[in-house]
């Protein structure tokens, strides 16, 4: 015991390696190995504990999330969330989900940031076996008209172009996602990333190494880019044995090109595998690189694992072994396979997809062995690197945080009259509330083919995953910062609420969903009870809308933390829970979206109006008002709706729907109009500004005359209106022509973000 | 049967469903690396279809790199046989950097695809425009299934516009096959029905045999009805939007046409 260091060592070690473990995290890591920790285990441990990899903070509240449901095959846990979808001819296909933030590199550096944020997620999709099909992303900037304006406008078009040259490239087609603006957020903004795949039900792959390695001879096979210094911690990286010459910056350099080759070769060599009746394992590369790939592939499967880091393909000469360990490179896989394929695996990589001619050095290679010792055991240079018992580097660590609620005060405006004309073209043509048809138009929305509704057509996007099937599988991303800072669990709960809204919609039945919890710092009593107030209200509200029978919640099956998102002058952002919907549609042809059909037809509304207009459009933008009461989540009601509208749609009687959210009836309708660019819509409502703008969850519906005449409808459902043969939305003594404000909808992102104009 | 090879290269990101369109017109499909020029050699198909993507990550232009690997030697030949040969997007970019398109001077390079240039506006444009067919070449088989009336199809590109020098546009204008007009066919007149500030509102360009085509937008993502935007105004929103909800068919959509053509071509009986 001697051997153990002191704290005032510990204390010097953490500040000249610029670690983020506390003191006592470090007492206990000595502990561990017996003696002064080694660089790499400071290093991987420090990953493994960090807030990112372990949940310390919030692992006993996520524990309060319903994740079980008919359908999940695996929940939260691994790289990515895997839930039954469909069954074509003769073969079972799952819906392989994942859900992650990367705000603070996308603040730092936009365009690397924000593509990074893709590279990652699509990995955690890639290494469930899954073919990537989709991914959406859910944006929040700051006010591009504030204070802080123009580095607002700098960050959204960084992070635009990011997406593009990022995702356009990977060729995954970018299902849209929102984007919205809020002071909060002009520090620190949110780029919050969801990808999908499929995966047939009996090739999932696990990343851990099988069983199997206790009776045969496995290595592990780290393939893709050569590992270099990039995306090692800031500080550390200050700090370290390296030359300043060679540096090359904390932030991950990410490749799309190599990307799309890897996994067209990742591809092969599974079919290989599965061919062969191989078992396997198979792991991306992320946070705490080599490190925490190796060490997770052996803790997880039972075993320990010696790794050779002279080995590892480098392209930069003469890295200290925690920086080859544990830098993050992008575009990079471990693979546990049986030295028997070893072989056959890496010409798969080097010889038939050439990946040394495509980047220099960039090959696969076995860089070590599993081991029924359970120890891990690094080499670099004829020195040990590391040497630990396994099981301690997964064991995590976890903390109890105390939440400390704050009143807010959310008065009613004194007033507020409305001329609709005027306040709707006001809201049409605000940030929040015009097209964001400018951000898409930079993205591939239909690459592979598959896509049937693209962003902005319908409430969610539509695509039809697997080849030949009809089943379509619709999805959208959502979360409402303006209810999220008046009242953190409504935040929660309407995030789900919407995204359901916007899924069944299209008509699709929702299956599973993610988050991504986006909030200031844990350790202050007030931002950990936002995120403990919008987790109940998450799990409240999958609760109440599970569709798949009995009592069964709609499961969390894949999410993300992330904590301390705050501005330098330590003021946190509003709070941010933001959840993806996953919907099922048995038949894609039936599908709904938002575009008008008939002059003539009915519209129905689906949610009868509350006087609710708190956080809302009209009072933000026409009453420049920011408190009031927050539309209530009722649960049951809102199933209820949801039901009628699946009905609806699946029994052919509805021809468009759109949902009520930001700015209320009135711009749900205006919506429709525009979208469907010649027709309008006659309301007979006048300008009560509840009926026109309160946002209480809802739908509008277009019928045929005929139905809305016979039908029976429920008491929530009323007739509100006529789809009318001009561009006009009008109501009972207003009219607005929507020809005049179709440009500046369509224009004002694009004015205000690309061309700087109208500021 | 008729066959079509799709030729991958690392980057390609548009193979597959290239590859399923073809098949589903009738025409047997595969997909070769761009390191399988034995193969692809000896299997000789009846047609080539470079799909897009990013070939080679656009190192120093859109498609260079890929026009000089080996495999183009094989397409070359079989152009000059008078097979057809189509490039989708990153495929036209490469056909135009191999000197196949417009191929007056064979294996030179005379025109090109550079960045869109439009209104307040530069890099990757997606969207659905329409194109119709300007030059009577008969003998162009990716074409001779389509008549006068506009077909819309999608775009999805930073590098499309096409550019001629000066003294070529006369000759240029006679191997515009498909360029871009209105919802009722009317010629472009500028954005938004020209998307890109293409010279010509050339969305697509054939040799002068008329066997090569080079194009900027993609069909193949338009080959069935369900994949048309409900919005999209002209004749083929209109079906759309008569279609559907609820009773959307199997029926094809406008991008369809083009691989009809050849499975026309190429005699395949439906």
């Known amino acids: 015991m001697s051997d153990l260091p002191g704290r005032e060592e510990l204390r010097e070690a953490i500040a000249s390696r610029g670690l983020a473990m506390t003191e006592d995290e470090a007492v206990k890591l000595a502990g561990y190995v017996g003696r002064m920790p080694t660089p790499l285990e400071f290093h991987l441990f420090d990953t493994m504990w960090s807030e990112h990899c372990s949940y310390k903070s919030s692992r006993k509240v996520l524990k309060t999330l319903p994740t079980d449901a008919p359908g999940v095959v695996i929940g939260p846990g691994e790289d990515a969330g895997v839930v039954k979808f469909c069954t074509h001819e003769g073969r079972e296909w799952n819906l392989v989900v994942a859900h992650e933030s990367h705000n603070h590199p996308s603040q730092v550096l936009p365009v690397e940031g924000a593509a990074t944020g893709i590279g990652g997620i699509v990995r955690d999709v890639y290494c469930m076996g899954a073919r990537v099909t989709g991914s959406l992303d859910l944006l929040r900037f700051g006010n591009p008209l504030g204070e802080n304006g123009e580095t607002v406008r700098s960050i959204a078009r960084g992070v635009v172009e990011g997406i593009w040259k990022y995702g356009n490239a990977l060729g995954v087609p970018n299902m849209g996602g929102d984007t919205e603006f809020h002071p909060g957020y002009d520090d620190n903004c949110l780029v919050n990333v969801v990808a999908f795949g499929m995966v047939p039900a009996d090739r999932v792959v696990h990343s851990f190494v099988p069983s199997r390695a206790h009776r045969e001879p496995y290595v592990l096979i780290l393939t893709g880019k050569p590992t270099d210094d990039t995306g090692f911690g800031g500080a550390t990286f200050a700090s370290a044995d390296l030359d300043g010459e060679q540096g090359m910056g904390a932030v991950q350099v990410a490749d799309p090109f190599l990307k799309r080759v890897l996994s067209e070769a990742n591809a092969q060599v599974l079919d290989m595998l599965f061919s062969k009746g191989v078992e396997f394992g198979f792991k991306d590369l992320g946070a705490g690189g080599i490190a925490c790939v190796t060490s997770e592939l052996a803790a997880h499967g039972g075993l320990g694992i ?438 500046r909808w369509e224009n004002r992102l694009h004015r205000v973000i690309w061309r700087e104009e109208e500021i | 049967m008729a066959s079509a090879a799709v030729i991958r290269f690392p980057g390609s990101n548009c193979e597959f469903e290239t590859a399923e369109v073809l098949r589903r017109s009738g025409v047997d499909s595969r997909i070769y690396n761009w390191n399988q020029t034995l193969e692809l050699s000896s299997a000789r198909a009846d047609a080539y279809v470079l799909p897009g993507g990013f070939s080679f990550q656009d190192r120093v232009r859109a498609g260079v790199i890929a026009s000089r690997e080996r495999i183009m030697d094989i397409i070359y030949e079989e152009a000059a046989q008078g097979k057809p040969v189509l490039g989708i997007c990153n495929g036209a970019q490469i056909l135009l950097e191999a000197g196949l398109v417009p191929g007056w001077k064979p294996g030179a390079v005379q025109a090109a695809l550079a960045s869109n240039m439009v209104h307040g506006r530069s890099g990757y444009l997606s969207r659905w425009v329409f194109l119709k067919k300007t030059t009577g070449v008969p003998s162009c088989p990716w074409l001779q299934a389509m008549g006068d009336d506009p077909v819309p199809v999608p775009i999805a590109h930073a590098e499309g516009r096409f550019v001629f020098r000066p003294d070529d546009l006369n000759r240029a204008s006679g191997q515009v096959a498909l360029a871009y007009c209105d919802p009722e066919g009317t010629e472009a007149a500028g954005w938004p029905d020209n998307p890109n500030g293409s010279m010509l509102n050339a969305a697509a360009l054939m040799n002068t045999r008329g066997n090569v085509l080079a194009m900027m937008p993609h069909p193949e993502r338009a080959y069935d009805l369900w994949q048309v935007p409900s919005s999209l105004a002209g004749s083929w929103g209109d079906a759309r939007r008569a279609a559907s909800p609820g009773d959307l068919g199997a029926d094809p959509g406008p991008g369809e046409i083009i691989f009809r053509g050849l499975a026309e071509y190429l005699g395949v009986q439906k």
């Open chain 1, 306 to 743: 010696k790794v050779d880091l002279d080995a590892v393909p480098v392209s930069v000469k003469g890295l200290p072994p925690e920086v080859i360990a544990c830098s993050e490179t992008q575009e990079r896989y471990g693979l546990a396979v049986p030295e028997s394929v070893a072989d056959e695996v890496l010409s798969i990589y080097n010889e038939k997809f050439e990946m040394p001619r495509l980047f220099p050095n960039c090959r696969a290679a076995v860089i070590g062995r599993f081991t029924e010792e359970k120890v891990y055991d690094v080499s670099c240079r004829g020195e040990r690197a590391a040497e630990t018992p396994i099981e301690y580097i997964t064991e995590g660590v976890v903390y109890d945080r105390p939440g400390e609620r704050v009143e807010i005060s959310t008065p009613e405006p004194p007033e507020r009259h409305s001329s609709p004309a005027g306040d709707i073209t006001d809201m049409l043509t605000s940030i929040a509330g015009c097209s964001r048809g400018a951000v898409w138009s930079y993205y591939d929305s239909e690459v592979q083919g598959a896509t049937m509704l693209r962003p902005g057509e319908a409430d969610a996007c539509v695509s039809v995953p697997v080849r030949g099937s009809r089943t379509g599988l619709a999805v959208s991303g959502d979360g409402n910062p303006w209810y999220g800072e008046l009242d953190p669990y409504l935040g929660g709960a309407h995030a789900v609420g919407e995204a359901v809204r916007n899924v069944v919609a299209t008509g699709a039945t929702p299956i599973c969903a993610t988050d991504c919890l986006n909030f200031g710092n844990p350790e202050d009593p007030a931002a950990f009870h936002q995120f403990q107030e919008s987790v109940r209200g998450i799990a409240d509200a999958c609760r109440a809308l599970g569709f798949s029978g009995g009592a069964y919640p709609l499961p969390i099956v894949s999410g993300n933390v992330s904590f301390y998102n705050q501005s330098s002058r330590g003021k946190a952002i509003p709070p941010s829970p933001i959840v993806a919907v996953f919907g099922k549609i048995h038949d894609h042809r039936k599908a709904t979206d938002m575009v008008l059909r008939k002059p003539g037809s009915a519209i129905l509304l689906v949610g009868t109006r509350k006087d609710e207009l708190g956080g809302g459009l009209f009072y933000r933008t026409c009453l420049k008002h920011r408190g009031g009461t927050v539309p209530r989540f009722r649960g049951a009601h809102e199933k209820k709706m949801a039901e009628w509208v699946l009905d609806a749609v699946r029994d052919g009687k509805a021809l468009s729907v759109h949902d009520i959210s930001t700015g209320g009836l009135a711009i749900a309708a205006a919506e429709m109009c525009l979208a469907s660019g010649r027709l309008g819509i006659e309301l007979n409502l006048d300008s009560n500004p509840v009926n026109l703008y309160s946002e209480t969850p809802g739908y509008l519906v277009e019928v045929s005359e005929d139905f809305a005449e016979s039908a029976t409808l429920p008491e929530f459902v009323s007739r509100v209106g006529t789809v009318c043969p001009e561009s006009f939305l009008s109501g009972v003594g207003w009219s607005l022509d929507l020809g005049s404000v179709r440009q």
